[in-house]
């Protein structure tokens, strides 16, 4: 029986007077279409030299010997390559072949740059991911590269790192996460180890040096692409 005090679902003209935004608009009928296959075509292969990225159902490179080839299949993780942040510390894994060792990836989404490390060389690879889609999708991702024997997808965060002496530690996460981790960074990592660090605005500059700094972090490159900015610094020797 109607009380006469029924709920209704606010309509997108309530919405929009709510913020104080005109209650005009317009309507488009977009037809229907198959989706994914929309997305899957904005995904194209990319060189960020010496690596070439490509999605499964893209063409593989024929006779190119100087780009190391793989494969990232995104789903609802971050890091296909085309993202500034995720080029960048690609860029700065390239010069740290004497680092591979024990390489940790701290946000490792899809995997790509763990499975870097693995192509590079690395023989052992923690990629490390809270998020359950992502600890799927990178696992998914190491398996189509055939590096599972060497990298190893692990949900939980940098707490949950039992080992130490790692020689390398990627990081390519956002400025709060790392800022707060970047102490847990270096008691895991080895006398002189690499630390990359991706993700990171040209505006926090100095915010990260200073942070850098007061860890005993030595800087010992920078990269820039567009608004973003990334940095490989070195540990301490004990």
Known sequence: MSTGREKHEPSFGDILARYGLSEQWNETLIPARNWNLEWEKSIQPLSVPPFYIRPSWAEPLVDNMQLIEWVIDPQMSFGTGHHEST???????????????RVL????GTGILAI???????QSVPGLDFDTSSFKNASENIVLNQVDGMVEIRQGTIESVGETGFTLILANINRT?????????????????????????????????????KNKLLLLEERIEADWWSVRARCPES
Not at 191 to 206: C, F, N, V
């Open 87 to 101: 080029r960048l510390a690609l860029q700065h894994l390239d010069v740290c072949l004497d680092s591979l060792d």
């Open 105 to 108: 990836d701290v946000g490792t």
């Open 116 to 122: 870097a490390a693995a192509k590079l060389g690395a």
């Open 177 to 213: 996460v790392w800022r707060n981790d970047l102490p847990s960074y270096v008691e895991r990592a080895a006398p002189k180890a690499e630390i990359i660090l991706s993700g990171l605005q040209l505006t926090d500059k100095a915010l990260i040096a200073a942070r850098l700094k």
